[in-house]
Structures are given as structure tokens and as C-alpha cells.
């Protein structure tokens, strides 16, 4: 058994691995096997765009004919930042001394040197394949860079049946894997985001079911692997036992998370008005062990609630509590409470990494299925092969599952196999007089 096959031999060594992103750590190196974001495609104007990935510090730019590169942050010459560089028709040019290197990392200009040097040609820079789709940059920082995989296509950014709307800027300090078993946490939901009772608004509460039994013990949760990753299934009771109301939230590798529902309570739990077609969802950007940054993705749809009745174009969401402060109340986010992002920013950035001391119980089960998949990863990386695989569709399109709303009980599905998608009017939508189309109905 090699060094790093031992060091996902026992627990207490994989939860010290676990959290690594760097490129000579194991799960670094197994997180290298997929496309990562690395921006927003308006990011990149005319000028370099400085982003730190997997621990690496990088510059990513948009080239004269339009297309987008990844190359090392400092100059191979003097160590300057291409931070600073200029965009030219051949590549990247340091301002320093003019090196000039492709997107693939040639360096193809030394001005200052003498005519006929070649010595340009044993100078190649460090570069990472770029593509650009959906409205982000995209970025593979794993082995066989020149052939790399192809890029796996967002669902949401695929779409064509309503408005887009991509927000970048959200910088965490602290591990990217809080996010995630946070998402994957589902429990956590009936405690942390339901300590302010959610509100119906009027307009909507003649269509909203408020029997949905939202005590956990009395739900049915699963947390299953799928073709993509995993996701969460809550089943609950609602008083007409030919009706649930059902919920599934997606993860798929290596940091995309989907649900739907963005509502005045929690994301995907009752009030069940958020059930017409507002989706959200996002992706992380893995900036070093201690840090990422959060992209959000949502499509709205005429007809969305989120807080008032939407449009497309529209935004709604803030990053605050709404509970009145009091003057004695010094901690950092005081006030927290009432919105489901800072609820979750407050806690994940208090738990730091203090994975040894845990004491997991059974409502963690989806925290531990989402470990047990990053060890069976890791060891697989560790002993030359490949992690997970997320497959896609014949588009290329990773298709994952986001059910949200109230199903017929014979439709309710525990399993891998995805409920039905809202896509071009399908699964859960109200019909012209406000009423809810079933998942097994038809769209009027």
C-alpha cells in the first residue's frame, strides 16, 4: 500500500485529506479530474483577471479573437504578475520585459533579446484548457490537458424557457466542504431556517397547503448516489393522504448544487407557493482550502413568487438577518435570522474544521454518504484510476433532479430516477387560473 493509499486507510487520516485542494494533496489531485468555474464570463473585459484555483494562483483572460485563456499567474522570467500584462493579438505580454505566452503556454516573443534567439522555445508557461459556455469561464486542471474531457453543460444554463440570472462576488472564508455537507444536510433545515415562522403572502394563500406535517421525524428522507452525484428525497404528509408534498436537492460533481424553491421560508420546504417554476441553483469555486467563492444561477419565468409576484429581470434576495438588533448583541452576525443564506453563512463559518470531534448521528446520513463518495474517490485516484464519473446526456448536459411540490402518492419516486422537470412547462406549474398542475397532470 502506497503513502497515499494509506492516507484514506483509516478515518482520522481521510478526514485530514478530505479538506485539501492543493495540487500535490490526494483529494487535490482527484478534484483535478473535473471542469471547475473559474468566472463569470463578464469578467473578463480587456484586461487580465486575477483567480486563485485549487491553491494555485492563476490569470485568466479573453484573448483579441474573443476566446478565453488560463495561464500561471507570475512571469516565468522575473516572477512579475501578468495581472498586469497586456492583451496582444499573439497572447498575454508582461509588462515587465514583453514575454509574450499563448493560452497554451508558449512563449512566442522576447523582444529583448537577440534576434534569431530561440531560446523562447524552451520557455513554456504554466496554462490550464479554457472553454467558455453559459455565461462562465470554465476551466480543467487535471492530467492530459491537451485531449482534456469534455465539458459537462449545467441544466439551468442550458435552458431556453425563461431568464438567466448569474451573480459571482460571494468570497467565503472557509472550507468549501461546509458548503456542501450543509446542502447535503437536509436536517438542518427544520431547525436553522424555520426559527422565524414563514409567512404566506395573501395573494398566493389561497393556493398555498398549509397541512404539510413539517415535523421531520415524520417525513420520509433518503439521500441517494445517482449518475451525477447525489441528492436528497423528502417525502412529506399533507392532509390528504393522496397527496405529498415532495422535495429532492441535487449535488452534482464536483460543486453544483440544484434545487428549487428560493421562498419566504426554506429553500425546497413548505410554503409550497415557490413550487411555480422559480429554480435556483449554484456552483463553487475552489480557491485554496480555506476559501471559495459562490456563484448563483437562477431562472425565473413570468408568474415566479419569490417574496412578490416576479417578472423576468427582476431580482430579489439579500444577505442579512431580519431580526431586530439589540444594542448589547456584539457577535459578528448579529440579527441573523430569517434568511435561509445568512442562516447557512453563519454557521458554516463557525464550524471551521473540527471533523475529528464530531459526533454524527443519523440524521447525518447525507454528510456521510457525501464523504464516503470522496473516500471511495480518493482511494480510486490514489491507486491510478479515476473518481466519479457525472454523466451527461446526449447534449452533453448534465440533467439533474429538482422536484418540488405536491405529487400524487403512487408518483412519488425514491430513487435515482428523476422526478419530473419543470422544462418548457413540465412537472409543477400553476395553470391560468393560479391552480397547481400536478406532476402527473396535464399543463393547460
Not at 61 to 84: M, N, Q, T
Not at 210 to 231: M, S
Request: hydrophobic letters at 35%; a neutral charge.
Amino acid at each position: 500500500m502506497d503513502t497515499q493509499t494509506e492516507s484514506v486507510a483509516s478515518n482520522r487520516e481521510f478526514l485530514d485529506a478530505y479538506i485539501k485542494t492543493g495540487p500535490e494533496t490526494l483529494a487535490g489531485k482527484m478534484l483535478r479530474h473535473y471542469w471547475h468555474p473559474v468566472c463569470l464570463s463578464s469578467n473578463l473585459k480587456d484586461i487580465p483577471y486575477a483567480v486563485r484555483m485549487l491553491g494555485e494562483d492563476l490569470v485568466a483572460f479573453r484573448g483579441i479573437d474573443g476566446k478565453v485563456g488560463l495561464v500561471g499567474a507570475h512571469c516565468p522570467h522575473r516572477g512579475a504578475s501578468l495581472e498586469y500584462a497586456h492583451v496582444r493579438k499573439q497572447g498575454l505580454q508582461c509588462c515587465y520585459h514583453g514575454w509574450t505566452f499563448t493560452p497554451q503556454g508558449r512563449c512566442i516573443d522576447m523582444p529583448l533579446e537577440p534576434v534569431g534567439s530561440r531560446f523562447r522555445d524552451e520557455v513554456r508557461h504554466l496554462w490550464y484548457p479554457a472553454e467558455e459556455w453559459g455565461g462562465m469561464v470554465w476551466c480543467y486542471m487535471g492530467a492530459g490537458k491537451d485531449a482534456p474531457p469534455p465539458l459537462p453543460k449545467i441544466d439551468i444554463l442550458a435552458r431556453t424557457d425563461g431568464e438567466i440570472s448569474l451573480a459571482g462576488g460571494d468570497i467565503r472564508q472557509y472550507s468549501y466542504l461546509n458548503f456542501l455537507e450543509n446542502f447535503m444536510d437536509i436536517g438542518h433545515a427544520f431547525v436553522l431556517h424555520m426559527l422565524l415562522p414563514p409567512e404566506v403572502p395573501p395573494e398566493v394563500a389561497p393556493y398555498n397547503n398549509d397541512t404539510v406535517d413539517c415535523d421531520f421525524r415524520n417525513a420520509i428522507w433518503k439521500v441517494i448516489e445517482t449518475h451525477f452525484g447525489l441528492k436528497s428525497i423528502m417525502v412529506q404528509n399533507t392532509a390528504d393522504p393522496e397527496f405529498k408534498h415532495m422535495g429532492t436537492w441535487s449535488l452534482a460533481l464536483p460543486t453544483f448544487y440544484r434545487f428549487s424553491g428560493l421562498g419566504a421560508g426554506a429553500a425546497g420546504l413548505p410554503p409550497d407557493f415557490t413550487d411555480d417554476r422559480l429554480e435556483g441553483a449554484g456552483m463553487l469555486r475552489i480557491i485554496d482550502d480555506g476559501n471559495f467563492e459562490l456563484f448563483r444561477f437562477s431562472l425565473t419565468r413570468e408568474g415566479n413568487y419569490c417574496g412578490r409576484l416576479r417578472k423576468p429581470g427582476t431580482q430579489t434576495g439579500s444577505l442579512s438577518g431580519h431580526l431586530k438588533v439589540p444594542d448589547y448583541d456584539k457577535r459578528k452576525y448579529a440579527g441573523y435570522e430569517g434568511v435561509a443564506r445568512m442562516e447557512d453563512l453563519v454557521v458554516q463559518e463557525s464550524q471551521g474544521v473540527r471533523r475529528r470531534d464530531e459526533f454524527l448521528v443519523s440524521s447525518d446520513v447525507g454528510v456521510t454518504l457525501l464523504r464516503r463518495l470522496y473516500r471511495t474517490s480518493m482511494r480510486a485516484v490514489a491507486e491510478g484510476g479515476k473518481p466519479k464519473r457525472v454523466v451527461t446526456d446526449e447534449n452533453g448536459i448534465i440533467q439533474v433532479d429538482t422536484f418540488k411540490g405536491k405529487v400524487r402518492t403512487v408518483d412519488a419516486k425514491i430513487g435515482p430516477e428523476n422526478m419530473p422537470s419543470s422544462e418548457n412547462g413540465r412537472g409543477l406549474i400553476r395553470d391560468r387560473d393560479g391552480r397547481l398542475v400536478f406532476a402527473s397532470g396535464s399543463v393547460n
